[in-house]
């Protein structure tokens, strides 16, 4: 049971560049979420999906955007990288509101 | 706004020592607490819950003790082992909203 999965586990992109990232889990959980890690500041919530087909900010949701198409899988996009959006980011899932099952991050460094 | 916090940023205990490891809360209305783990370069893994209808609770080696009164959260950790050094997170939410995490502890054990 593989859990959360997440694609890539590391990038470095160019100011300007846009990306990607992959979350997927196999544990038919209705909750998926986006979060960022930076020294200091613990984890802030970037996006959250209650469902398929639908989305939500969280704490810190510009310059990111997100797509839940298939129940699986949650997406977060970042159009125009910036220097600031230099993190760890971590995908979790959870069955509801609660407990939530993280992924191993993705480090991504924007230079 | 509202958020979690933990008093210390690091604590350093010896091994077989029992460590205690806090963390206040703002949101008077969040109940339900969750203590996460968090190992270099992985992501958070659960250790134990608590809602606010309980004022203790305990898994294996770990207890959780809630005080709604001083809205604060604590994490118990029996017999400290050098593999339970890593950094810890509380986390909080109410019925609606996705977790709130705190700044973190990082924990040290040493032989």
């Known amino acids: 049971n593989a859990g959360v999965t997440q694609t890539p586990k590391f990038r470095v992109l160019k100011t300007g560049q846009s990306m990607t990232l992959l979350c997927a889990q196999d544990?038919?959980?209705?909750?998926m979420y986006w979060y960022r890690q930076d020294p200091g500041m613990g984890l802030r919530l970037i996006h959250y999906s209650v469902g398929e087909g639908t989305t939500a900010k969280g704490e810190v949701p510009d310059g990111y955007n997100v797509s839940r198409l298939k129940k699986q899988n949650f997406l977060l996009g970042l159009e125009s990288a910036a220097p600031s959006q230099t993190s760890v980011y971590f995908c979790?899932?959870?069955?509801?509101?609660?407990?939530?099952?993280f992924g191993q991050g993705t480090r991504l460094t924007v230079v | 706004g509202e958020s979690v916090g933990l008093h210390l940023p690091t604590l350093s205990v010896q091994e077989g020592d029992n460590s205690i490891i806090n963390c206040a809360y703002s949101n008077s209305a969040s109940d339900y607490f969750i203590w996460y783990k968090q190992e270099s370069g992985k992501g958070p893994q659960f250790i134990i819950d608590i809602r606010s209808n309980m004022d203790k609770r305990q898994g294996q080696r770990v207890t959780v003790l809630l005080n709604k009164t001083v809205k604060h959260l604590s994490l118990q950790i029996a017999a400290t082992q050098p593999g339970d050094s890593a950094v810890y997170f509380c986390?909080?939410?109410?019925?609606?909203?996705?977790?709130?995490f705190g700044k973190g502890t990082t924990l040290s054990v040493s032989s």
């Open positions: 979790a899932s959870s069955y509801a509101w609660g407990e939530a099952f």
């Open positions: 986390a909080e939410n109410q019925a609606g909203t996705a977790l709130i």
């Open positions: 544990m038919n959980h209705e909750y």
